[in-house]
C-alpha cells in the first residue's frame, strides 16, 4: 500500500514538458555526447522559431502536431529558403525523436525534475521532405566560367581580398 502512495504522489509532481523544457533535455543530452556544434545549432534554432512569433516556448510538447510543423518550416519555404527548410526539419525531426524516448534516459534530469514529455509520436515524420538542391546537382555554365576567368584575369589573386572576388562572381546571377 505505501509503494501505492509514493507512486501517486511521485505522479502528481510530474507534469508534460514544454518545447522549451524539450529542447533543454536534448541539449543537455547532445552535451553528454559532446556534440558542441550542434549543440549551438539547436540553441538558435529554439530562439528563431521564438523570434519569428512562432512558438512562444510554452507549448506542451506532446500536443504539437504534424499541420503545426508544417506552418513553421513554411515560413522559411515560402522566402525560398527551401535547403535551411530542410535542415529545420531535420533537426526537429532529431529534437521530436529524443521527445519519444527522453522519459525513459538513465541519464537525462527531466524525470528527476519532475517533467515527463509523453509524445505519442513524432510530428515531423509525416513532413514531406523538401527537394532543395543538392551539392554537385548544378555545374557552371561555359559563360559562368568565362565570366569568373575575366575576374581574375582583370587583377591578379594575390592582390584582392576573397571577399571582393566573391563580390564580383555574385555580380554574375544579380
Do not use: C
Amino acid at each position: 500500500m505505501t509503494h501505492k502512495i509514493r507512486t501517486d504522489v511521485f505522479v502528481k509532481k510530474m507534469h508534460y514538458g514544454t518545447l522549451r523544457e524539450l529542447f533543454a533535455s536534448f541539449i543537455a543530452y547532445k552535451e553528454r555526447q559532446r556534440h558542441r556544434s550542434t549543440v549551438n545549432e539547436y540553441k538558435i534554432l529554439l530562439d528563431q522559431l521564438i523570434k519569428r512569433g512562432l512558438i512562444t516556448g510554452n507549448e506542451t510538447a506532446n500536443e504539437i502536431t504534424s499541420a503545426q510543423v508544417t506552418l513553421w518550416l513554411q515560413s522559411w519555404a515560402k522566402k525560398g529558403f527551401l535547403a535551411q527548410a530542410d535542415k529545420i526539419r531535420k533537426k526537429l525531426h532529431a529534437v521530436f525523436a529524443y521527445g519519444m524516448v527522453a522519459d525513459n534516459d538513465p541519464l537525462g534530469n527531466s524525470v528527476s525534475n519532475g517533467i515527463e514529455f509523453h509524445l505519442p509520436h513524432n510530428p515531423t515524420t509525416n513532413i514531406q521532405k523538401i527537394n532543395a538542391s543538392k551539392p554537385g546537382e548544378r555545374y557552371l555554365t561555359f559563360a559562368e566560367i568565362k565570366k569568373i576567368e575575366s575576374i581574375f584575369k582583370r587583377e591578379p589573386f594575390r592582390n584582392r581580398s576573397r571577399f571582393t572576388i566573391i563580390i564580383n562572381a555574385w555580380h554574375l546571377y544579380m
